[in-house]
């Protein structure tokens, strides 16, 4: 099967200026995901669709990142405008609907890094 | 809150040494537990899972990994790595009632010598 589709694979941008990723997920995987991984660090869920209703957002810094999931299949994730915090790689997963249990694997795809000079 | 928590960042071995990596997680209820891997210039892969029953896990490429409710841990081992095992290693961990919700740990960097 094909797997997560993400672009671009590199983007760099000056802080203030901003810049959107885009992911196609495995075909028929209802659930999304994004992650930010920084350096050094595990990835971290910035948020979660089913289909294309959000279901978690609490780590989503609200105030310059969106996300769309329009017709519940690709997602595009924005950030305006960027700071030097910012500098990551942005992950995209799927999966199929975890349900109450949550025991779906996430496919990953292959990350799109952010530079902010 | 959850947590996981890895507990070596970097670990260089020769091939044909054993491997084991610890992994911890806080939290009260029921859970899942995940290995994935990334090898260099490849996207994370799923190594290996536990959601119930036996609680020696196997998965690809020869890892296992065991989890202990009491200690609420879940270690990675390999009994004889190779120079292709070379990657970073993360623990992930969701709780049943989240929704598919991860929480990864740091992640360790393996780092196999010929």
């Known amino acids: 099967e094909a797997g997560v589709a993400q672009s671009p694979r590199y983007k760099i941008i000056e802080k203030r200026q901003s810049v959107a990723f885009w992911c196609n997920p495995i075909s028929g995987h209802a659930t999304l995901y994004w992650y930010q991984q920084i350096l050094g660090q595990g990835p971290k869920l910035l948020i979660q669709?089913?289909?294309?209703?959000?279901?978690?957002d609490s780590q989503l810094p609200k105030d310059r990142f969106s996300a769309e999931r329009l017709k519940g299949v690709d997602s595009t994730l924005k950030i305006q405008p960027a700071k030097l915090e910012d500098s990551a790689v942005y992950l995209c997963?799927?999966?199929?609907?975890?349900?109450?249990?949550?025991?779906?694997?996430?496919?990953f795809g292959d990350g799109t890094r952010l530079s902010i000079l | 809150a959850q947590s996981v928590s890895q507990h070596n960042h970097h670990v260089i071995l020769s091939e044909a040494a054993s491997l084991e990596l610890g992994c911890n997680y806080s939290?009260?209820?029921?859970?899942?537990l995940f290995w994935y891997v990334q090898y260099p210039g490849q996207h994370l892969q799923l190594l290996l899972k536990y959601f119930s029953g036996d609680p020696l896990v196997k998965g690809i490429k020869g890892f296992e990994a065991e989890f202990i409710k009491s200690k609420f841990s879940f270690n990675l081992r390999k009994p004889s790595v190779q120079w292709s095992d070379t990657a970073e290693y993360f623990c992930?961990?969701?709780?049943?009632?989240?929704?598919?919700?991860?929480?990864f740990g740091a992640g360790t960097q393996v780092v196999v010598t010929p």
């Open positions: 997963a799927s999966s199929l609907v975890p349900g109450g249990r949550g025991d779906q694997p996430q496919h």
């Open positions: 669709f089913q289909n294309n209703g959000v279901v978690d």
């Open positions: 992930a961990v969701n709780a049943r009632d989240s929704w598919g919700k991860l929480q």
């Open positions: 939290y009260g209820g029921t859970v899942n």
